[in-house]
């Protein structure tokens, strides 16, 4: 068995857009992609680690916990072997609480890596190949996080170009959502069902061609 942690936010988790409720398993990402990759191949293990809310390497004014640097060895080490980590972060670090721009969220992303290659993973397992993902852009935010995301359509842009040259500077994989679906029109960050599914979709090929790398 292949085992594939994803390490995200609330895209990721499945949150309805406008809500505070979640799509099922096998209708958000990670569980499409697991449905997809388990009939093409060996039996793989997609483990969702996505919470609601995590930066990449700031600390939520408001809430515990959402710093993504704090606790990810641990993640690595309690469910390894691990053949790859999927990163799916940034959206967060555009909130108005926070000043990061494009750049300075990359740059997070980039604090992760040596963090998860460093790991006290046990001796004889594989250190997992590293996934980047870049959401699609944030357009206008609506509905009830209208307010936590002032601005931050403004922030964004570039944010995939700059986690691209991360992606390539430190020897990751990179997809680019934001080239096969857009975020929701409802809240104009979040994903709905439809771009889930697709998501998954585009996804597959890439995750079944590092396997076989």
């Known amino acids: 068995m292949k085992q594939v942690l994803v390490y995200a936010d609330s895209l990721s988790w499945g949150i309805i857009p406008d809500s505070r409720n979640r799509f099922e398993f096998h209708q958000r990402w990670p569980g499409k992609l697991e449905q997809l990759l388990s009939k093409e191949s060996e039996s793989i293990r997609v483990i969702e680690d996505c919470l609601n809310g995590r930066r ?27 053949a790859l980590v ?5 959206n967060n670090d555009f909130q108005s609480s926070h000043n990061f721009k494009a750049a300075e969220a990359a740059q997070g992303v980039a604090a992760l890596i040596p963090v998860i ?13 590293i ?10 935010p609506k509905g009830t996080i209208a307010s936590k995301f002032k601005g931050a359509e ?13 992606a390539n500077e430190n020897q990751c994989y990179f997809f680019d959502a934001g080239t096969v679906i857009n975020a929701s029109m409802v809240d104009g960050i979040h994903l709905d069902q439809e771009q889930h599914q697709q998501l998954a979709i585009s996804l597959k090929q890439q995750v079944i061609d590092i396997f076989q790398r």
């Open 86 to 90: 999927i990163i799916m972060l940034g």
């Open 117 to 129: 290659r460093k790991a006290p993973i046990e001796p004889g397992m594989p250190m997992p190949e």
């Open 154 to 166: 403004l922030k964004w842009p570039g944010f995939n170009k700059e986690l691209e040259r991360i």
């Open 131 to 140: 996934l980047l993902i870049s959401p699609p852009p944030i357009t206008c």
């Open 56 to 82: 990449t390497v700031l600390d939520d004014p408001f809430k515990p916990g959402r710093n993504g640097l704090k606790g990810l060895q641990q993640r690595v080490e309690i469910n390894s072997p691990l």
